[in-house]
Structure formats: structure tokens, C-alpha cells
């Protein structure tokens, strides 16, 4: 089993600032998705990085693949309330099995 | 825009039952997968289906889970003697290509098993 850690679990901010969620491992994935998750809804595909080092971005969102593939980042610029929710990052392995990260649930305060 | 469907939204059964878990993958796509989510805990992965056979399995998926496509448009989840621990929400998710391509989640159907 391939493990990806998130950090923070939890982040609660002010609208406004900026914030990034890590996702580490110690594994290589082939490719690496963020997901976003409200309560009793399924993840909500964002983006999907393949290459070591790519950066997407997403509006304020930004999204960052490790040059080893092992890791990724995504940074959120002036946060707002809608940003709220359940963020996961889930790594590509061989053949077609994918492991989800331990999430990171994001509180956006007005 | 196209999307998977699931149904039902959620499920009760008893201790030991059987119960069958339904998903309409997106028309188009390929691959097909199973995923669960105990309440508070991250999404594993549970199983993989590619042209009528499973790709890829966990160690999770074990003799009482089996998938099937029966008409080529429902994918189904099927538990054979369901135990508490069952109890989730159950995701299924499809994938255009397969591979390192991303995956379109249903909106899960809740298992709870008493």
C-alpha cells in the first residue's frame, strides 16, 4: 500500500489569505489528482498533474507536482468561504489502482 | 455535462445479508472503479474493471465483494454477506482512458449495516 500523507489536516483562515496543503509521500506515482469533497458528495476532480515539476493552475488555485513525483502542493490565493471543504490529493500507481491522501479540511471564515 | 449516477442514495440491511450497489458509469468511459469511505476515514480504493474483468484489486476486496456489468451500463458492487463493518459510503467513479487519467465520482451510496 502507497501512502500520502496531507498536511494540515485542518486549516481554518480568514478570507482573504493565502494557504498551501502539502501532499508527501515517499512513493512515485505516474500521476498525482486533487480532489475536492463537500459532506455526503462524492470528490470533485480539480486537477490532474503527470510530469515531475509541472505546475497547473486553476484560477486562485495553484497546483504543484514534485520533480520526483513523490509529492505535490496546492496553493489557494485570497481564500473566500466558497473555498470551503474536504481537499484530496489521490496518487496514480501502476496499472490502474489510485491512493487517496488523509485529506485536509479547509474552514473559510467571512 | 455528463455524470455518474449511483442508486440508492442509501442503503440499510441487516447483519449478514446481501446487498447489491448500483452505478451508471459516464457512457463514453472505459474504466470503472469502486471505492469506499468509512465515516471520518480517507477513500481506499476498493477494485478496478476494464473490459469485463477486474484490472486491480486491494487487499480489501476479498471473496464476499464482487463486481459486475451485466448490460453495459450499470456497474455493480455486490457484498455477500454484509458484516458491520461494511457500513460506508460507497463511491464508484469512471475514467475516459484509464491510466493516469482522472476519475469522475458519483455521488456514493451510503451502507449502513445493522
Known amino acids: 500500500t502507497q501512502l500520502l500523507e496531507q498536511s494540515p489536516q485542518f486549516l481554518s483562515i480568514q478570507e482573504g489569505e493565502n494557504l498551501t496543503v502539502y501532499c508527501n509521500s515517499s512513493?512515485?506515482?505516474?500521476?498525482l489528482q486533487w480532489y475536492r469533497q463537500e459532506p455526503g458528495e462524492g470528490p470533485v476532480l480539480l486537477v490532474t498533474v503527470v510530469t515531475g515539476g509541472e505546475v497547473k493552475k486553476l484560477k486562485r488555485l495553484t497546483f504543484q507536482f514534485g520533480d520526483a513525483r513523490k509529492d505535490s502542493s496546492l496553493h489557494i490565493t485570497a481564500a473566500q468561504p466558497g473555498d470551503t471543504g474536504l481537499y484530496l490529493c489521490?496518487?496514480?500507481?501502476?496499472?490502474?489502482?489510485?491512493?487517496f491522501g488523509t485529506g485536509t479540511s479547509l474552514t473559510v471564515i467571512p | 455535462e455528463p455524470e455518474v449516477t449511483q442508486t440508492p442514495s442509501h442503503q440499510v440491511t441487516q447483519m449478514g445479508q446481501e446487498v447489491i450497489l448500483r452505478c451508471v458509469p459516464i457512457s463514453n468511459h472505459l474504466y470503472f472503479y469502486w471505492y469506499r469511505q468509512i465515516l471520518g476515514q480517507k477513500v481506499e480504493f476498493l477494485v478496478s474493471f476494464y473490459n469485463n474483468e477486474i484490472s486491480e484489486k486491494s487487499e480489501i476486496f476479498d471473496d464476499q465483494f464482487s463486481v459486475e456489468r451485466p448490460d453495459g451500463s450499470n456497474f455493480t458492487l455486490k457484498i455477500r454477506s454484509t458484516k458491520l463493518e461494511d457500513s460506508a459510503m460507497y463511491f464508484c467513479?469512471?475514467?475516459?482512458?484509464?491510466?493516469?487519467?482522472?476519475?469522475?465520482f458519483g455521488p456514493g451510496t451510503r451502507l449502513t449495516v445493522t
Open positions: 467513479a469512471s475514467n475516459p482512458l484509464g491510466g493516469t487519467y482522472e476519475q469522475y
Open positions: 512513493s512515485v506515482f505516474s500521476s
Open positions: 489521490a496518487g496514480g500507481a501502476t496499472g490502474n489502482q489510485f491512493y
